[in-house]
């Protein structure tokens, strides 16, 4: 059984860096796309990132595309996402998700497991 554990989260200033880790206690997610998404409050669940099981496909969104990276450690059953450049609109709660798929989807919907979000905030 998949079992997700996002931390990481803060309060840090604008243009600093922030690390965010998505494990799985049941040690499983090896197998698993994994995807990042985030909601600001009063806003719409936006997606972040993905990766495939492997971590030799990822996706992006434009909007954090050359500041955030996603990465995988399959021995640690642990997915990432560096944050770097950090503005006031990366302001969200972050919730990693897991799903046993073939392609990276930015759907929420299609993802079967979801953690409990970590607060990101960044002042300005």
């Known amino acids: 059984q998949v079992q997700l554990v996002a931390s990481g989260g803060g309060l840090v200033q604008a243009g600093a860096s922030l690390r965010l880790s998505c494990a799985d206690s049941?040690?499983?997610?090896?197998?698993?796309?994994v995807g990042w998404f985030r909601q600001a409050p009063g806003k719409e669940r936006e997606f972040v990132a993905a990766?495939?099981?492997?971590?030799?496909?990822?996706r992006y969104a434009d909007s954090v595309k050359g500041r955030f990276t996603i990465s995988r450690d399959n021995a640690k059953s642990t997915v990432y996402l560096q944050m770097s450049s950090l503005k006031s609109e990366d302001t969200a709660v972050y919730s990693c998700?897991?799903?046993?798929?073939?392609?990276?989807?930015?759907?929420?919907?299609?993802?079967?497991?979801w953690g409990q979000g970590t607060q990101v905030t960044v002042s300005s």
């Open positions: 998700a897991a799903a046993r798929i073939v392609a990276l989807t930015s759907s929420p919907g299609l993802y079967n497991y």
């Open positions: 049941g040690r499983t997610l090896n197998s698993y796309t």
């Open positions: 990766i495939s099981w492997s971590g030799g496909s990822t």
